[in-house]
């Protein structure tokens, strides 16, 4: 079992970067697929992007391709995301997600674990 917590939010103007970092206690972190997902009022959580256990593979939205880079540090019990040229359209709650399974998947259900959130917020 984990228990991912998540911190680096904040408010950023348009074009900014930000970088979120989740740790997850527990000592078999390296045995999880860790995704990030966001959610705005009223919407569905969605998924941005995750990683494999290795971290040698990634999924990303396609609303966040080619912005956002998804890495790990086994050795931290750590998983990042790093954002660039942030749009408002980002602007969300931003939550990390562990997975007891050998696959990557997308779908919030498929997660076991959550934290509480990081709030994003970008300014035009």
């Known amino acids: 079992q984990v228990q991912p917590v998540e911190s680096g939010g904040g408010l950023v103007q348009a074009g900014g970067s930000l970088r979120l970092s989740c740790v997850a206690s527990?000592?078999?972190?390296?045995?999880?697929?860790m995704g990030w997902f966001r959610q705005t009022p009223g919407k569905e959580r969605e998924i941005v992007a995750a990683?494999?256990?290795?971290?040698?593979?990634?999924y990303y939205a396609g609303s966040v391709k080619g912005r956002f880079t998804i890495s790990r540090d086994n050795t931290k019990n750590t998983v990042y995301l790093q954002m660039n040229s942030l749009n408002p359209e980002d602007t969300a709650v931003y939550y990390c997600?562990?997975?007891?399974?050998?696959?990557?998947?997308?779908?919030?259900?498929?997660?076991?674990?959550w934290g509480q959130g990081t709030q994003v917020t970008v300014s035009s």
């Open positions: 527990g000592r078999t972190f390296s045995g999880y697929v």
């Open positions: 990683i494999s256990r290795s971290g040698s593979g990634t």
């Open positions: 997600a562990a997975r007891l399974r050998l696959s990557i998947a997308t779908e919030r259900t498929e997660y076991d674990y």
